[in-house]
Nanobody, 123 residues
Framework: QVRLVESGGGLVQAGGSLRLSCAAS????????MGWFRQAPGKEREFVAA???????YYTDSVKGRFAISRDNTRITVFLQMSSLKPEDTAVYYC?????????????????WGQGTQVTVSS
């Protein structure tokens, strides 16, 4: 079992920045990918970014150039640096842990999820 704990959400004005963190603990696989998804009110959960075991990154088009995902394998932690935030980025952000080493935007391939952290961007 793997436990994920997210932190770093909050309220920020449009154009501002936030950094999300997600720390994993428990019996993790030796190679894994991690990713971020988000869900806005009344909408389905959508992919934001993912990072493979080797460090390859994958972003949804709407965040390219604004968000950056990174990882610290020694601490089994993934980060999401969000810049130039827009009101449409407002959502609950979820961290996912996948036993598959390659980065993926397919939520079904993530084995564990965090509880989510709220990000609110005011206009």
């Amino acid at each position: 079992q793997v436990r994920l704990v997210e932190s770093g959400g909050g309220l920020v004005q449009a154009g501002g920045s936030l950094r999300l963190s997600c720390a994993a603990s428990g019996r993790t696989s030796s190679t894994y990918a991690m990713g971020w998804f988000r869900q806005a009110p009344g909408k389905e959960r959508e992919f934001v970014a993912a990072i493979s075991w080797g460090g390859s990154t994958y972003y949804t088009d709407s965040v390219k150039g604004r968000f950056a995902i990174s990882r610290d394998n020694t601490r089994i932690t993934v980060f999401l640096q969000m810049s130039s935030l827009k009101p449409e980025d407002t959502a609950v952000y979820y961290c996912g842990f996948s036993n598959i080493a390659s980065a993926t935007n397919n939520a079904r391939l993530y084995n564990y999820w965090g509880q989510g952290t709220q990000v609110t961007v005011s206009s």
